[in-house]
């Protein structure tokens, strides 16, 4: 009898001890970080840099004066330029923490599929975990606009029968979206990867 002689994939993302005896991981993803972190860098990249050029006309910086220190902030009082400045670097800070709750929402999700399973981790330091058995699985659905073919990632929702709350969910930014919906497909309808024996 034939035997599959394709190496398992060991979990890096998803935490291993999750995993039940036999069951084996197909695919593990986080969303990408063109979904989660180009808002906030073009954010902090135009606040930033008002913030500075805002900076160095109130300073008088030799060489940093343009259109914009010239005609607005030299413009104003100098009490406005102040005011102005510490606008401007409220903005930054709040950039930076914009920044980081969208990191910190990108590392803590991380998707996977089994075998038998359908799999949701959330957390970083506490780690909580939904599940669809790919038996409930009844079909997965892909959206992607003409930006996210572009960038190589879509939506994903996984509907199922039964009460799961991951039935109702959109997972969004999902790197390679039809490649994860064929292996959950497959796992589900025992073919493909799913019915590799041993």
């Given at each position: 009898?034939?035997?599959?002689?394709?190496?398992?994939?060991?979990p890096r993302?998803?935490?291993?001890?999750?995993?039940?005896?036999?069951?084996?991981?197909?695919?593990e993803?986080?969303?990408?970080?063109?979904?989660?972190?180009?808002?906030?860098?073009?954010?902090?990249?135009?606040?930033?840099?008002?913030?500075?050029?805002?900076?160095?006309?109130?300073?008088?910086?030799?060489?940093?004066?343009?259109?914009?220190?010239?005609?607005?902030?030299?413009?104003?009082?100098?009490?406005?330029?102040?005011?102005?400045?510490?606008?401007?670097?409220?903005?930054?800070?709040?950039?930076?923490?914009?920044?980081?709750?969208?990191?910190?929402?990108?590392?803590?999700?991380?998707?996977?599929?089994?075998?038998?399973?359908?799999?949701?981790?959330?957390?970083?330091?506490?780690?909580?975990?939904?599940?669809?058995?790919?038996?409930?699985?009844?079909?997965?659905?892909?959206?992607?606009?003409?930006?996210?073919?572009?960038?190589?990632?879509?939506?994903?929702?996984v509907?199922?029968?039964?009460s799961?709350?991951?039935?109702?969910?959109?997972?969004?930014?999902?790197?390679?979206?039809?490649?994860?919906?064929?292996?959950?497909?497959?796992?589900?309808?025992?073919?493909?990867?799913?019915?590799?024996?041993?």
């Amino acid at each position: 009898m034939a035997t599959s002689s394709a190496p398992r994939k060991m979990p890096r993302l998803l935490k291993a001890t999750y995993l039940a005896d036999q069951e084996y991981l197909l695919e593990e993803t986080r969303a990408t970080a063109l979904f989660y972190l180009p808002g906030p860098i073009v954010y902090l990249i135009v606040f930033g840099f008002l913030a500075w050029i805002t900076e160095a006309a109130r300073r008088n910086w030799a060489g940093q004066i343009g259109w914009y220190s010239q005609h607005v902030v030299r413009a104003l009082p100098k009490g406005d330029r102040v005011f102005l400045s510490y606008f401007f670097d409220f903005l930054v800070v709040l950039g930076l923490l914009f920044l980081l709750v969208r990191y910190l929402r990108w590392v803590r999700t991380v998707y996977a599929v089994t075998n038998r399973r359908v799999i949701v981790q959330r957390g970083i330091l506490s780690r909580d975990f939904d599940e669809i058995p790919v038996l409930q699985v009844r079909g997965v659905d892909v959206h992607q606009s003409v930006g996210d073919r572009i960038l190589g990632f879509g939506t994903v929702r996984v509907s199922s029968e039964g009460s799961s709350r991951l039935g109702n969910e959109d997972w969004r930014g999902i790197p390679k979206p039809f490649r994860f919906q064929k292996l959950i497909e497959d796992a589900a309808q025992g073919s493909g990867p799913a019915a590799a024996t041993h």
